[in-house]
């Protein structure tokens, strides 16, 4: 509440009932399950702060409209409401119900989406945009909402890279904005920036200080350990990096650690830092967290040569 009504001031310049806004954020809240070790409400107000921070700190506030900031607030609180605690390719193994009810595809991201969507449905007390927003502006927030969420499924994230060097950083034919200055981008990079700023915000615990990060990746490796004690139960295949029985199979181990920092987190990281040079920062602080992660690796080697 306090990013959209104070930080930013958007209940006031566009006009937000702040009553149902309220009643609004309350029911996304209760949509979190405490019971996740990682995906629960705690995480959606990591990212929710952390993406506002990065508008903030990259001078997007000033330059973004008013609905494009109140839409990727928005997609940073509810982009894991209702998560079950397992991934994608269990719920679709399983048939699960929101798997055959989105068709296989993007089946968490779809599910957060149309549980949070729902409450901004016409008539419902949590519906805090009907009596401000045009059907227009409702439908483009809607739309670009939906966007920003679908980026956050690891499925697609090649494609947006891909997409986000192709279109906002290899203009060889202009020159690189001044900081904070979007104007010299189209509508569609401009929406490309948003789903990298959230991106970012999702898997932002890898810029922490190292004891910090470790704690959430901790937190991520119960949730991937108590999905595999389910498929255990299940006498099914136990997924990747979810079998708690097998030595430095989870997250929370070097080798595993460093795939993830230097497949994912590292280029997508250094590809923001080009066009917001100032959150270096961010960048320093994970490469630091990847020198933590080569010494546990260095110290198993170890430990296993002197066995």
Not at 73 to 92: C, F, K, Q, R, S
Not at 179 to 202: H, P, T, W, Y
Request: hydrophobic content about 40%.
């Amino acid at each position: 509440m306090y990013l959209i009504d104070i930080k930013f001031d958007l209940v006031e310049r566009l006009g937000l009932n702040r009553e149902k806004l309220v009643m609004f954020l309350r029911a996304v809240e209760r949509g979190y399950d405490d019971v996740n070790p990682y995906h629960n409400n705690t995480h959606a107000a990591d990212v929710t702060l952390r993406f506002a921070t990065l508008i903030y700190k990259c001078g997007l506030d000033s330059v973004f409209g008013d609905l494009e900031l109140l839409t990727g607030l928005l997609a940073a609180i509810l982009h894991d409401m209702e998560h079950p605690g397992t991934n994608n390719h269990y719920e679709v193994y399983i048939q699960s119900e929101i798997a055959v009810h989105f068709n296989d595809q993007h089946v968490l991201e779809n599910h957060s989406l149309h549980v949070g969507l729902s409450l901004l449905e016409p008539g419902k007390d949590t519906n805090f945009l009907e009596d401000s927003l045009s059907k227009t502006k409702q439908q483009t927030l809607r739309s670009v909402l939906i966007s920003m969420v679908l980026a956050t499924d690891m499925s697609e994230h090649f494609n947006i890279m891909s997409a986000f060097k192709a279109k906002v950083i290899s203009h060889k034919e202009r020159p690189a904005p001044p900081q904070g200055v979007l104007e010299l981008f189209s509508e569609d990079e401009r929406g490309l920036i948003l789903k990298m700023g959230l991106k970012c915000s999702d898997i932002g615990h890898v810029t922490l200080p190292v004891e910090h990060h470790i704690d959430w990746v901790k937190s991520l490796q119960e949730e991937f350990y108590k999905q595999g004690d389910k498929e255990r139960e299940q006498q099914r295949k136990i997924s990747f990096l979810c079998d708690r029985s097998k030595p430095r199979n989870g997250p929370a181990h070097g080798e595993n650690q460093l795939g993830f920092l230097d497949v994912i987190c590292e280029p997508m990281y250094s590809a923001w830092v080009k066009i917001f040079p100032i959150c270096q920062e961010l960048l320093e602080n994970l490469q630091a967290n990847r020198r933590y992660w080569e010494h546990d690796v260095k110290i198993e080697v170890e430990v296993t040569d002197e066995v």
